[in-house]
Structure formats: C-alpha cells, structure tokens
C-alpha cells in the first residue's frame, strides 16, 4: 500500500482526538495520509500537526476519496449509532467495488453484523475494529481488535501492525474472527473496564472515607500498588490524578468534580448481552448501576437526611488493613478479569467467532485502557489450555486467588460492619463463593417456580422433568 505525497494509503474520516492521532501515528511510521471532517478547525488542526509529514487534511468528501490509492482503505471514528449509517451513506456512492471501510468507533456488534451484510452486497469490504488507548494510545500504539473480511485486514495487517503498541516485540492487534467479533471483544473490553473502574473507585471510599486518609496518603497508596503486582493503566493515571492541582489552586482537581459518573453505554451493552448469553458478570453489572446512580445526586443528599448515620470509621489496625486491602483489590481485579473472559468463551461458542482468548490476552498487555501486569497471567493460562472453560480453573489463577481471598474477606465484613459502600467488591466476593459451590441453593428455585406456574424440575439421578402438586386441591 505505498502512495505518492499527491496520492494517500490511507484515509480517516473524524479528526477528532483519536482520528487525528492514529493518522500522524500512521505518518510517524512513514505512511502517506488523508483525513476528512466536516469541521474545519479540525481539518485545519491534521494540516497544522502533519505539516512535516505526508499528511493532509480535507473538508470535501469527494476530494478526499479521490485522493486515495486505489482500491481505497478508510477508517471512520464517529460516535456509534446512526451517525456511522449516515457517514456510510454519504460515502458509498463515492466508493468502487474492493474498496475497503473499516469502523473504528464503538459500534454495537448487531450494528456491525448488519452492515457487514449491507456493504458485501454492493461489493465492498467491511470490516469493525475495536481500538483502545485513549488519546495517548493512538498517538503513540494502541490495542486494536479488528474483525470480520479477514482477506481485508490482510491487506491493512502492515499499517496495523506497525502503529500498534508492541509488548515483548510483539505488535498489540491481531485478527479476532469473522463478523462483528472486534466490535463485540471491545465492548466486553470496556465492560471489564467499568468493573475495574469502580473497584478503584471503592478503594478510594474505603481510603478516604473508612480510614480518614488525606489526598496525599491515598495517593501514596496507589503509587505503592502500581509498583507492584497490581501495575496497570488504570492505577497509574489514579496516581497522577492525586498529584494533580488547577493552576492558581492548593487543592486536587479531583475534590472540585462532581460525583456523578457519566457513561457512553459500552458498559450496559456488556451487561445486557451476557444476560442473554446467560453469563453472570455481576461486578461488571454492579459498576454499570453504580454509574447509574451517581446520577441520581438529588435523591442520594435527600436519602443521606433521612437515613443520617454515625461517623464512619473502620475499627481496624491500618498497616494490617492496608495489607489485606491490596489483597482484597488483586482478587477483585482478577474476578473481573475472569467474569469478562468467561462471557467472550460464552459468545465465541453462541455467534460462532472461533475467539483465541490467550491473543486477546497479549494484545491487552499493552496500548490499552485494561493493560496490566495480571494480563500475562491471563495470557499464559490460555497458553496453557486454549480451551479452558474459565480462567479461575487454571490452577495458577487459583493460586492467586487462594491467596488473596482472606483479605477480601477481611475488608468486605470490615466496610459492612462500618456502612462504607462497596458493592462490587461484595458482588466479586458473592460471585466466587457462588462459583465454588458445588451445590446451589438453586433447588428451592426451582421448588418454587413449579409450585406457582408448575414449570417443572428436574431430580438427582433420575431422567426426565416432574412436576408435583405441592398442596391437595381444595375440595368443593
């Protein structure tokens, strides 16, 4: 795919933060580049930023297509919905045959699997790619998850994989499977996020309000963890979070937001798709309400009058505490993990996407928002056993968590007792026990959805499904 500077390999369409930031990651890498956006500030920003480099921005749709190789590879990075539809629209009568569309935005799969089918019937190829890494990540190598037209992803494979962020030489894309499987791999990437996000926003309840920790002391707690086994991206902008102050200010920035969490639906697609695979994700579930609500600030400070309550504080030793809370986050952080891996095992099996979940595994270690050190824990169990059925059966996972359980417990009966919320560190905990039980309560479930609707059960041992009649029928 080379290019004369009159000529480009490569097209985007939306520069904004993250289309204008693969694009001169692109040119960084020698590729010649053309981006377009309705918005002429931005356009004029690709021109200003890409001035030493085959770069060049365009207002005009038309001017843009045709200033691209042939057959034309162009990304879009336009919010999700139908701004995607439209932005197809407007192109495709400016588009040939082989030509290839690639959606880089978050796109929800069925979106994804529709459009695939649209654009194979007017001969074009199509294909949605997850890409995570914030503005950083796409300047500089993100993780990208792009499925569906593998022959056209070949075609891109080069460009892909040398602006994508490398881990042990190792280039942090690879090729998910057919359909809308990128799409789908990246949502249950966020979803894996929300839960790790609140978890780290319930350690800060915890430091904060249980132990009366200052700013400073919390962020001292964070650095510390980010230097060990808990390293990750997530905690690493938590600690520069608790550095930061508004220039002319004394105070963290951080005190002067408001609490209430806004969400693009990532998230919540997470949730309600597991629920029709039938794949429990409670921590993540528990994250997407939480966020839910924040926004209810008004009821929350009317509830607060009502229900007033002693001081909070967590009647513990707080080195001892310390030590069982670091434990207590590495469970959780690992159970989230497992909830998000257990739900793609799920879905490769339901929508036929052949996922290798130890590849996604690698290209997660580095480029994007979930990047930890665990993931190569996660990477090797699926090394190990391709086919492993979860990944708290890898018997090194559950060495980990063997380990560090006891602090979970210690922490949850510690911020229960003291009325600190922290339902997904209760949800995380609840699910591991439920998951290790060999026999659930779930019989008296069943019990009870006969007696009231005679559903039927099934019994131990025996074939075939029973109904009883719990209670004789009243005579006349």
């Known amino acids: 795919m080379s290019a004369t500077p009159e000529k480009y390999a490569f097209g985007m369409i939306g520069l904004g933060t993250m ?24 356009v004029a920003s690709l021109n200003e930023e890409g001035k030493d480099h085959h770069v060049k921005g365009f207002g005009d749709a038309k001017e843009f297509i045709q200033s691209l190789t042939t057959p034309r590879a162009i ?15 407007e192109l495709t009568p400016l588009l040939e045959k082989g030509d290839i569309l690639i959606d880089g935005g978050n796109s929800h799969f069925t979106d994804t699997n529709r459009r695939v089918e649209e654009l194979e019937a007017i001969g074009l190829h199509f294909f949605g790619m997850g890409v995570s890494g914030g503005e950083e990540g796409a ?6 998850m792009p499925g569906g037209d593998k022959d056209a992803y070949n075609v891109m494979k080069p460009i892909f994989e040398a602006i994508a962020a490398h881990v042990d030489g190792a280039p942090c894309v690879t090729y998910i499977g057919p359909g809308a499987s990128g799409h789908f791999v990246k949502m ?3 979803g894996i996020e929300y839960g790790i996000m609140q978890l780290i926003a319930e350690t800060y309840e915890i430091l904060k309000t249980g132990l009366k920790l200052d700013n400073d002391a919390i962020g001292t707690v964070f ?43 990532t998230g919540k697609w997470t949730s309600q798709v597991a629920m029709d695979l039938q794949a429990p994700i409670p921590t ?17 400070v009317q509830a607060g009058d009502i229900y007033s309550k ?32 257990h739900l793609l095992s799920l879905a490769s099996a339901e929508y036929k996407y052949d996922l290798h979940l130890g590849d996604i595994a690698k290209i997660w270690r580095g480029g994007c928002i979930i990047r930890s050190e665990f993931l190569n824990d996660i990477f090797n169990a699926y090394q190990k056993d391709a086919k492993l059925a979860h990944l708290l059966l890898d018997s090194s996972v559950a060495e980990l968590i063997k380990a560090a359980v006891p602090g979970a417990r210690k922490v949850l009966s510690a911020t229960v007792a003291a009325g600190v919320a922290t339902p997904a560190y209760a949800s995380s905990l609840s699910y591991f026990d439920a998951f290790r039980s060999k026999r659930m309560p779930s019989n008296l479930t069943q019990a009870q959805r006969d007696y009231f609707g005679a559903h039927t059960y099934e019994l131990i041992g025996k074939e075939g499904v029973f109904h009883t009649q719990w209670v004789p029928k009243s005579e006349d």
């Not at 808990?230 to 963290?252: E, N, R, V, W």
């Not at 579930?285 to 209810?296: E, G, I, P």
């Open 19 to 42: 289309g204008r930031s693969l694009l001169l990651n692109m040119a960084d890498h020698g590729y010649a580049v053309a981006g377009h956006d309705k918005d002429a500030t931005k």
């Open 75 to 89: 990304m879009m990075l336009v919010p999700a919905g139908k701004i995607v539809d439209s932005v197809i629209e």
């Open 284 to 300: 993540v579930d528990t994250a997407v309400a939480m966020r839910d609500l924040s926004k209810y600030k008004a009821l929350r």
């Open 223 to 265: 650095t510390k963890w980010n230097d060990g086994r808990l390293k990750s991206f997530l905690l690493d902008i938590t600690k520069d979070i608790f550095k930061y102050k508004a220039p002319g200010t004394d105070h963290l920035l951080l005190d002067d937001i408001k609490d209430e969490a806004k969400a693009k639906g």
């Open 139 to 144: 300047r500089r190598g993100p993780s990208m």
């Open 310 to 341: 002693d001081e909070i504080t967590l009647d513990v030793n707080k080195d001892e505490f310390l030590a069982a809370l670091e434990q207590a986050f590495y469970f959780n952080m690992i159970i989230s993990y497992a909830q998000g891996m």
């Open 188 to 190: 249950v990437h966020n």
